[in-house]
C-alpha cells in the first residue's frame, strides 16, 4: 500500500513538473525570441560535426574546390565548387583559378542553397551535388554567415545577401552558360528572397527550383513536428510565431513568387514530416496563375509516399535526372556528344 503510494505521489511530481514545464515554455519563447531564431536557424547544430570543410574530397567530392569569399565586412562564407562529372579527371591537382575558369565553359551551373542545420559537407547535400555534377552541372554550395565555418551572424537579411553576393561571383565568371538557383527547405526562402531581387533587378536566373518549400515561416512553424504539442495551446501564434516575425523572419515565399518571372520547379515528397507536402502544393497554386510567370514554365512534381523520400532523400529518385532534362534542357556536353554521332 505504502510503497503504491510513494509511486503515485512520484508520478504526481512528474506530472505536475511536465506540466510546468509545458506551460512555461510558451513564455520562455516569447520573452526570448532569440530562442525561435535559434530553432529555424538551428545553424549550431553541426552535423556530421568531425569534417573538415577544407576538404571536399573527404567526403568523395575529389572534383571540388573550397574557396573563402567575402560579402561584407565582418563577413567571411565557406564555398563548394563542385565540376562535372565530365571534367573530373582534369580537375586533378589543379588551382582556384582553374576552377574560377571552369565556369565559362560549356556546362549550366546549379547555385545551390541549403536548409536550416548542418553545413555544406551534410550527407544528403553531398548526394545531391554528385547526381547533380554526373548530369553534367558544375553546383556551387555554400554555408550562409554563421553556419559550418561561415563567420557572422545569422539573419534572414544576411543569408540572402550572402545568396546574392555568390550569385554576383558566378555571373561574373559563368559567360553565357545558364545559372539555375536550387533552394531545399529553409534555403527556398533564400531562393525566392534572392531571385525576387534579382527579378527586380533585371537579372533573373535562368530558372528556380525549389526543393520540399513552404509557403511562410509562419505557416511552416505551424506545421512543423515540433509544434505539434502546442497546436492547440491557447495563444499559440502569439506565443510562438509573433516572436518569429519580431526577429524580421519572413521567408515569404508565397509573396515573393508573385514577384519572380522565371521558370519555376517545385519538388515535393507527399510523405515529407518536416514541410507538410500540402505547403509546397499551395505554393505552386499561388505561383501557377501569378501574372509575373506568364511567359514561364511552373511545374510542380510530387513524389508519392510508397518512395519514401521524406523531407530530404529527393535526390535518390531515378527519375530525376528526366525531370530536370525536360525541365532545364539538355545539359550544354550533351549536345556536343550528339554533334559527334
Known amino acids: ?79 563548394w565548387h563542385t565540376v562535372p562529372t565530365v571534367l573530373w579527371k582534369n580537375a586533378q591537382g589543379k588551382d582556384q583559378v582553374w576552377y574560377e575558369d571552369t565556369l565559362a565553359s560549356n556546362h549550366p551551373i546549379i547555385l545551390y542553397l541549403h536548409g536550416n542545420a548542418g553545413t555544406r559537407g551534410g550527407d544528403h547535400r553531398v548526394a545531391l551535388y554528385k547526381v547533380l555534377s554526373s548530369l553534367g552541372y558544375h553546383v556551387v554550395t555554400f554555408d550562409y554567415r554563421g553556419w559550418g565555418d561561415s563567420i557572422g551572424t545569422p539573419t534572414e537579411r544576411g543569408m540572402t545577401y550572402d545568396a546574392l553576393h555568390v550569385f554576383d561571383w558566378i555571373k ?64 499559440f501564434d502569439w506565443f510562438f510565431l509573433d516572436p518569429i516575425t519580431s526577429n524580421g523572419i519572413k521567408f515569404a515565399n508565397d509573396e515573393n513568387v508573385k514577384y519572380i518571372s522565371c521558370s519555376l520547379l517545385i519538388l515535393h515528397a507527399e510523405d515529407d514530416p518536416i514541410v507538410p507536402f500540402h505547403l509546397g502544393r499551395k505554393l505552386y497554386n499561388i505561383a501557377a496563375p501569378s501574372q509575373s510567370f506568364r511567359d514561364f514554365k511552373v511545374q510542380f512534381v510530387p513524389f508519392h509516399r510508397d518512395l519514401g523520400y521524406r523531407h530530404k532523400y529527393i535526390y535518390k529518385s531515378p527519375e530525376l535526372p528526366r525531370i530536370l532534362r525536360e525541365f532545364l534542357g539538355k545539359p550544354e556536353h550533351e549536345h556536343h556528344h550528339e554533334l559527334h554521332h
Not at 506551460?23 to 532569440?34: D, E, N, R, S, W
Not at 553541426?46 to 569569399?69: A, C, M, S, W
Not at 534555403?187 to 528556380?208: F, I, K, Q, S, W
Open 172 to 235: 561574373a565568371r559563368s559567360g553565357y552558360n545558364p545559372v539555375y538557383i536550387w533552394g531545399h527547405s529553409l534555403g527556398t526562402g533564400v531562393a525566392t528572397n534572392l531571385v525576387r531581387r534579382l527579378c527586380e533587378r533585371e537579372t533573373p536566373p535562368d530558372a528556380l527550383i525549389l526543393e520540399s518549400p513552404f509557403t511562410n515561416i509562419r505557416e511552416e512553424a505551424k506545421s512543423h513536428p515540433f509544434s505539434v504539442v502546442y497546436r492547440y495551446f491557447p495563444g
Open 1 to 79: 500500500m505504502w510503497r503504491r503510494k510513494g509511486l503515485w505521489f512520484r508520478l504526481r511530481k512528474i506530472l505536475l513538473w511536465s506540466l510546468a514545464l509545458y506551460i512555461a515554455i510558451p513564455f520562455l519563447v516569447k520573452l526570448c525570441p532569440g530562442i525561435q531564431a535559434k530553432l529555424i536557424f538551428l545553424n549550431f547544430v553541426r552535423v556530421p560535426y568531425f569534417i573538415d570543410l577544407k576538404k571536399p574530397q573527404e567526403q568523395g567530392l575529389n572534383h571540388t574546390y573550397n574557396y573563402y569569399l567575402q560579402p561584407e565586412e565582418g563577413v567571411t562564407i565557406g564555398v
